[in-house]
């Protein structure tokens, strides 16, 4: 089984601060990691993945994300929060050995609220 | 790309109503799944298709609930007698299969309300 832990439902950041929100994971093999994001009242937005290799994957709109096989950890930043940020975002999991098991295991969510 | 489209955005129906909804993938995509999001969740799995097959049902995917993809393209999903726990968004996203790692792209999802 996978699951995907989002620890905390609210971060607040005051804008051009640097941000994290924070995700660990549990499967049995290998992981997929997966960041989304969502706006109010549509769907999710694709931001990044982790496959293999450098353990810091950078995707859209500034945000990076590092992995940490040790700690089961996939937590996304922004060095420099802006406003616009503002969303709900979503840790997805799916387990490489997982065979013909496509779906993504999706944590929670947390809000994040950029302060002006 | 136009990006994976769905219709309609909102449905409002009564209990015990049928509802169908509609999922328009990314062309050339061959998967397609659906996943139900309530309140205060995440999105979770509900089916998923490669081309026209139905490869994988969840638990949560009642005897009341149909999918299907008969061309292997737009894909419907359809609730009989809707129950008032039916109430959430409903996001179709797809996949293709010349992806490594299956990056699913959503759609803006349908909300349904039961009343």
């Known amino acids: 089984a996978q699951s995907v832990a989002q620890p905390e439902d609210q971060v607040n950041v005051a804008e051009g601060n640097p941000l994290t929100v924070k995700c660990t994971y549990s499967v049995s093999g290998n992981p997929y990691l997966f960041w989304y994001v969502q706006y109010p009242n549509r769907g999710l937005q694709f931001l990044l993945k982790?496959?293999?290799?450098?353990?810091l994957v950078k995707g859209s709109y500034g945000f990076e994300a590092e992995f940490n096989k040790s700690q089961t950890s996939f937590h996304l930043k922004k060095p420099s929060a802006l406003v616009s940020d503002s969303a709900l975002y979503f840790c997805a999991v799916r387990d490489r050995l997982s065979g013909s098991a496509r779906q993504l295991t999706f944590g929670s969510g947390t809000q994040l609220t950029v302060l002006p | 790309d136009t990006g994976v489209s769905q219709d309609p955005r909102h449905k409002i129906t009564k209990r015990g109503q049928n509802v169908t909804f509609r999922c328009d993938p990314i062309?050339?995509?061959?998967?397609l799944y659906w996943y139900r999001q309530t309140l205060g969740q995440g999105p979770e799995f509900l089916t998923y298709?490669?081309?026209?097959?139905?490869?994988?049902k969840s638990r949560l995917l009642s005897d009341r609930f149909s999918a299907e993809r008969p061309k292997g393209s737009f894909s419907t999903l359809e609730i009989q007698r809707t129950e008032q726990g039916d109430s959430a968004m409903y996001l179709c996203?797809?996949?293709?299969?010349?992806?490594?790692?299956?990056?699913?792209?959503f759609g803006p999802g349908t909300r349904l309300t039961v009343l």
């Open positions: 996203a797809s996949s293709s299969t010349s992806s490594s790692t299956d990056t699913q792209y």
């Open positions: 062309s050339e995509h061959n998967r």
């Open positions: 298709f490669q081309n026209e097959a139905q490869l994988e």
């Open positions: 982790y496959i293999t290799g450098d353990n």
